[in-house]
């Protein structure tokens, strides 16, 4: 097997190993990308006579890449408060929060409104299976929030898998309801 053909079968088999390395920092598709170069970098440096397994070799390569994308992430945010001063006014100084103007009470509940109607309808257009697990977790049209050791024993599966499945339905309903 060439070089460049020990690079594609090293990439092309380990996806999914960057891929779940990038969900354990977040569900955000920027971990998986950085995982991605990560991945491809373990491949090109990766020096099979030192006997190392590749997977360890690539998800310790993998994390760093992502520990540092976060850090330079970090660096580059600033956080803006209500009280720093706009530059230019000379006379009385005026804040960011002077220049903010405040919605009316009846606009904020309308608009809370629409985000728990978007979200009942994002719950609502599930699966039925996945629909009634959520609801159950999170007692939805339930008396009460079911654990999901509970849940488990209600539809015959591990508690483990009932874990699974909810991450699964939060990253779909993520994306669904990514415009609020």
């Known amino acids: 097997m060439s070089p460049v053909e020990r690079r ?14 990038a969900q354990k920092f977040s569900y955000e598709e920027d971990y998986e990308s950085v995982a991605m170069i990560g991945l491809i970098k373990a491949a090109d440096t990766f020096d099979i006579e030192k006997g190392i397994n590749f997977a360890t070799y690539a ?7 992502i520990l540092m994308y976060i850090r330079k992430i970090k660096k580059y945010s600033h956080t803006v408060s209500f009280e720093t001063v706009i ?3 000379d006379e009385t100084p005026l804040t ?12 904020d ?18 699966p039925d299976r996945e629909c009634k ?11 009460r929030r079911y654990k999901q050791h509970e849940v488990a024993e209600r539809f015959g599966i591990s508690q483990s898998y009932v874990s699974r499945v909810e991450k699964r ?12």
């Open 133 to 143: 697990i959520i609801c159950l977790l999170y007692g939805i049209g339930e008396t």
């Open 87 to 89: 530059p230019g006014t």
């Open 59 to 65: 998800t310790r390569v993998i994390h760093n890449d």
């Open 169 to 180: 339905i939060l990253k779909k309903m993520k994306t669904m309801l990514k415009n609020y």
């Open 96 to 107: 960011i929060g002077d220049t903010l103007s405040y919605e009316d009470e009846d606009m």
């Open 109 to 126: 509940k309308l608009e809370k409104a629409e985000r728990i109607k978007a979200l009942i309808d994002a719950i609502h257009s599930l």
């Open 8 to 21: 594609e079968c090293l990439i092309t088999n380990n996806i999914r190993l960057a891929i779940s390395v």
